[in-house]
Nanobody, 127 residues
Framework: QVQLVESGGGSVQPGGSLRLSCAASGYTYSRYCMGWFRQAPGKERDWVAATDSDGTSTYADSVKGRFTISQDNAGKLVYLQMNSLKPEDTAMYYC?????????????????????WGQGTQVTVSQ
């Protein structure tokens, strides 16, 4: 059974940094895509970033230049380094996996294209 477990959320002041982690277990697909989504109260769950088994990474425009997605151990560990955080980054952050994945990271930018999800980790950016 595939499991995704996020960690690293917390509270930070504007301009600060956080690093989220996602530990994946229970699958052995060689081709996959790992993504991060976020959902603020009363809003849709939006795609943030994705990285695939070829090492290609993509980002939503709202986080480009501030967030960096990376992976280790063939996608079993996925990180989201978040710098220059803003109050509008406040949300529950979810790790997601598309496995097996037959397309690259640019394809996996919507919820429907992921088949496994974690429980989320809260990020709050405020004074």
């Amino acid at each position: 059974q595939v499991q995704l477990v996020e960690s690293g959320g917390g509270s930070v002041q504007p301009g600060g940094s956080l690093r989220l982690s996602c530990a994946a277990s229970g699958y052995t697909y060689s081709r996959y895509c790992m993504g991060w989504f976020r959902q603020a109260p009363g809003k849709e769950r939006d795609w943030v970033a994705a990285t695939d088994s070829d090492g290609t990474s993509t980002y939503a425009d709202s986080v480009k230049g501030r967030f960096t997605i990376s992976q280790d151990n063939a996608g079993k560990l996925v990180y989201l380094q978040m710098n220059s955080l803003k109050p509008e980054d406040t949300a529950m952050y979810y790790c997601a996996a598309a496995a097996p994945a037959y397309e690259g990271a640019y394809y996996y930018q919507t919820r429907a294209r992921y088949n496994y999800w974690g429980q989320g980790t809260q990020v709050t950016v405020s004074q």
